[in-house]
């Protein structure tokens, strides 16, 4: 008995140490003259990269130059941040690739609520200096390692419940247009070229600043449930529609036990308590990176990392956080560092009442591709009134999933394949595909998703009539 216990309790232990001696703590770097972006599938040559020397007037000076020595030169322009997109959205091959990373001024005014914001500035940089003031972001993504310019240019969208993408919480921002002109755009000036950069991907011009709607900061209160993923929805309905809820996700086993059968609804709940200032992540990252990176490629990781997460759901229940302590992680807790391999993923937006539908579709459609899928997390996003390009024309599920990816020609195109299939099924339930990721979809299918697609580089043809801007993603569906 004693040594099938060892036994039992032994083979996590190695199993984890190992992952976690093995990883490693190095990240690629672009090669000179060469650009990539997170889907390390993107390796492009370019002209070359500007990195810009300040983020004042003599910033601005040095782009509006570019913007015109690059039109004498006839020389594209593709617009970069922290380059987390995945389909050579901030690429441009033999173009010039413009780094936006140094610009990145903040100026809080507290009686509106509003934040004034360069567009290269990271999220985390924004929250600390929001944390200062006891303000937090109101509408980002999960993780910190993007840019304001770079989320608003794909119009991200968070895990706070009930509420539409990011454009919903952009109040004006100023643009350098084709030709040099600096312009302020907003929902009552310059409104079409406002609608068309929200989620437009950098092809109508370079995003200076921002002014950004900000919130209070607050303490929440976890709760967490183990539920059927068949009843998501309804389980949705009657937990997370608290109106103290102030973020809640969802997330689907991938293990093969059981597939897809079972999920976690997180809600945090806002409790009132005093707010405490940010302190540096805490000790436990190390942990969940091993333990997220030990499902890879591992039937046993995926089996063992379901069965400590749904563990960790008792833990978690009760515990507090800052809203700016859940919000300040990045994406190195979980990304590969494995030179063969590559995390590439994938988003699709279902209408609310055909969620069952999706969940048994993709229960159904995904072993038979045999791919390595590592998480699929759900949240929902609100009608999008701003953009151009709306993924959610109504109440919509986003469904990210994190796929691990071989980096050969063999394995992109069995990951086209199913994309193709998987948008397939989102299209005939009404939904659609996000746009910043890998440029697996027809054209048709495209224009399935984004009915407006063909106006909207019609669009870019007049503002852009030289096609300054451009990147792969326009040349791939928009020449």
Excluded at 2 to 23: A, K, M, N
Excluded at 300 to 324: H, P, T
């Amino acid at each position: 008995m004693l040594i099938f216990l060892i036994i039992l309790i032994g083979r996590p232990v190695v199993f984890l140490t190992y992952t976690y001696l093995t990883d490693s703590d190095i990240y690629q770097e672009d090669m000179p003259g060469y650009s990539q972006d997170a889907s390390n599938l993107n390796k492009t040559k370019v002209d070359t990269t500007i990195q810009l020397c300040t983020a004042g007037d003599t910033a601005v000076q040095q782009i509006v130059d570019l913007i015109r020595q690059s039109a004498a030169s006839h020389k594209n322009i593709s617009i970069a941040g922290a380059k987390h997109s995945m389909g050579g959205h901030t690429i441009s091959a033999n173009g010039i690739v413009l780094n936006m990373k140094q610009f990145n001024y903040m100026r809080l005014d507290t009686l509106s609520n509003m934040l004034l914001v360069g567009s290269g500035a990271l999220w985390n940089q924004v929250i600390p200096y929001l944390d200062s003031y006891g303000k937090s972001v109101k509408i980002m993504q999960s993780n910190n390692s993007f840019s304001v310019g770079g989320s608003i240019s794909v119009n991200c969208h968070g895990w706070q419940p009930n509420s539409a993408p990011i454009a919903s919480s952009v109040k004006s921002f100023r643009l350098i247009k084709a030709d040099g002109e600096i312009v302020t755009c907003s929902r009552t000036e310059n409104e079409e070229l406002f609608s068309l950069v929200l989620g437009g991907y950098g092809l109508f011009g370079v995003i200076l600043d921002v002014r950004l709607e900000v919130t209070d900061n607050k303490i929440y209160r976890g709760k967490q449930y183990v539920i059927k993923s068949a009843d998501y929805i309804r389980e949705y309905d009657r937990l997370a529609t608290d109106p103290n809820i102030g973020l809640v996700y969802g997330r689907i086993n991938v293990n093969s036990e059981h597939f897809m059968e079972e999920a976690i609804l997180a809600t945090y709940l806002t409790t009132g308590d005093p707010v405490v200032r940010l302190k540096p992540e805490n000790t436990f990252t190390a942990f969940r990176r091993t333990l997220f990176r030990a499902s890879a490629n591992s039937d046993y990781g995926k089996n063992l990392r379901w069965r400590i997460e749904k563990q960790a759901v008792k833990l978690m229940n009760d515990k507090k956080f800052s809203r700016n302590r859940l919000f300040n992680e990045g994406v190195e807790t979980f990304q590969t560092t494995d030179t063969g391999y590559t995390d590439i993923l994938h988003e699709y937006f279902i209408p609310k009442v055909r969620i069952p539908e999706f969940i048994e579709a993709l229960r159904k459609e995904l072993p038979e591709h045999k791919v390595d899928l590592l998480n699929i997390t759900l949240r929902n996003v609100m009608k999008d009134e701003d953009s151009y390009m709306s993924y959610a024309n109504g109440e919509v599920f986003g469904f990210v999933m994190l796929f691990n990816q071989k980096r050969d020609s063999a394995a992109e195109q069995k990951m086209k394949y199913l994309t193709q299939r998987l948008i397939n099924i989102a299209l005939t339930l009404k939904g659609s595909y996000y746009l910043p990721y890998r440029l697996h979809a027809s054209q048709e299918q495209l224009h399935r998703a984004y009915p407006k697609a063909r106006e909207f580089f019609n669009l870019k043809r007049k503002y852009d009539p030289e096609m300054l801007f451009s990147n792969q993603f326009y040349k791939t569906y928009g020449q």
